[in-house]
């Protein structure tokens, strides 16, 4: 019976599937932190993207920014973006938290949230590895190390292939 109530709640009709490996990774435009432009995730085909949602009051999300920061200015200029993408509510907490910690990727606006709920992310920091295709690769809850050896082969892998 539980069995049986638990299958009728994950068909229902309006619950989209989970959004992880094999996903097309939903478009979306938002605008950078610095107000001068909007970025656009179909416009960055081609490239692989790793796409983090997090927020300034989330430690977690504050103690993996500098191995962000690094794995972007080492993989800068080759076919990678990283995108960090606030769902602070406002953008005056983002901008201290930018200039404190002295941010060199972009920083993307979503304080409606509604990239993070079209991402279904929840739970920060929350990040996706998109392929050159647009498929999501990965997607990884909670904080990483992100310019440790591991996810940088990784990532080399898939410019490789790209």
Same mark, same amino acid.
């Given at each position: 019976?539980?069995?049986?109530?638990?299958?009728?709640?994950? =068909?229902?009709?309006?619950?989209?599937?989970?959004?992880? @490996?094999? =996903? /097309?990774?939903? !478009?979306? *435009?938002?605008?950078?932190?610095?107000?001068? =432009?909007?970025?656009?995730? &179909?416009? #960055? @085909?081609? $490239?692989?993207?790793?796409?983090?949602?997090?927020?300034?009051?989330?430690?977690?999300? %504050?103690?993996?920014?500098?191995?962000?920061?690094?794995?972007?200015?080492?993989?800068?200029? %080759? &076919?990678?973006?990283?995108?960090?993408?606030?769902? !602070? /509510? +406002?953008?005056?907490?983002?901008?201290?938290?930018? %200039? @404190?910690?002295? #941010? =060199?990727?972009?920083?993307?606006? /979503?304080?409606?949230?509604? *990239?993070?709920?079209?991402?279904?992310?929840? $739970?920060?920091?929350?990040?996706? #590895?998109?392929?050159?295709?647009? *498929?999501? *690769?990965?997607?990884?809850?909670?904080?990483? /190390?992100? !310019?440790?050896?591991?996810?940088?082969? $990784? #990532?080399?892998?898939?410019?490789?292939? +790209?």
């Amino acid at each position: 019976m539980l069995a049986a109530a638990a299958f009728a709640l994950v =068909s229902l009709p309006d619950t989209p599937p989970p959004l992880g @490996r094999g =996903s /097309d990774a939903p !478009d979306f *435009v938002l605008p950078t932190l610095d107000g001068g =432009s909007e970025v656009s995730l &179909d416009a #960055l @085909r081609g $490239r692989v993207v790793l796409l983090n949602f997090w927020a300034t009051w989330c430690k977690p999300c %504050e103690d993996e920014m500098p191995a962000m920061g690094r794995l972007y200015e080492a993989l800068r200029g %080759e &076919d990678f973006e990283l995108l960090a993408v606030s769902v !602070d /509510d +406002g953008e005056e907490e983002v901008v201290e938290f930018h %200039e @404190r910690l002295s #941010l =060199s990727f972009p920083v993307l606006l /979503d304080p409606e949230k509604r *990239v993070a709920r079209e991402y279904q992310t929840f $739970r920060f920091p929350e990040t996706f #590895l998109i392929g050159p295709d647009g *498929v999501v *690769v990965e997607r990884y809850i909670g904080p990483k /190390d992100w !310019d440790a050896p591991a996810y940088v082969e $990784r #990532l080399r892998k898939l410019l490789e292939a +790209g």
